[in-house]
């Protein structure tokens, strides 16, 4: 099975994003997936700011990434950008780190004005990182995530998107298996 990393931008365990971050994680745990989920709130704020690699716990995050088969990226969105978590982490990754990885963006905001941070912030810094497979991904209203708990329009949307990314990251492992066994020449 394909290995599966998910990156939350998500200030706290219990904020909107990471809700959303822990369902998706649920849904992907339920199709038979290993998860990790990198909380990038819990690394070393120094060595995060100032690209210090040879710290082990941020040297461990960018492994997680190059390891990965598909990545989820979640964020809250404000003022229509991502989290600066989410951008201190893709900005300690290599030029090319993201290239035939699967990606599936995801957020939160408080108003469908900030859906745009999607596909003018946030999918452009994947690019930037070689992000060649970048999913359509879901934006979730604030109001649909209330108590701990995602609106079943939003839950059905979620799976949705979930499945897609399931099916595209098979795919892109079908497609590098299928490379690695054609002979030579």
Known sequence: MSSILMI??????????GVLVTHVEGLLREAGYGVRTLHVRQLPTL??????LRDPEIGDAVAAVLRADGIVVASPVYRAAYSGLVKALVDLLPKK???GRVILPLATGGSQGFLVAMDYALNPLLAGKGADTVLRGEFVLDPDIEGGTIAPKAAEAIRGAVDRFALAVEDARFRRDRARLRPAG
Request: aromatic share 0%; net charge neutral.
């Open 8 to 17: 939350s931008g998500g200030p706290s365990p219990m904020s909107r994003t």
């Open 47 to 52: 060595p995060l700011l100032t690209e210090d």
């Open 97 to 99: 780190a993201l290239r």
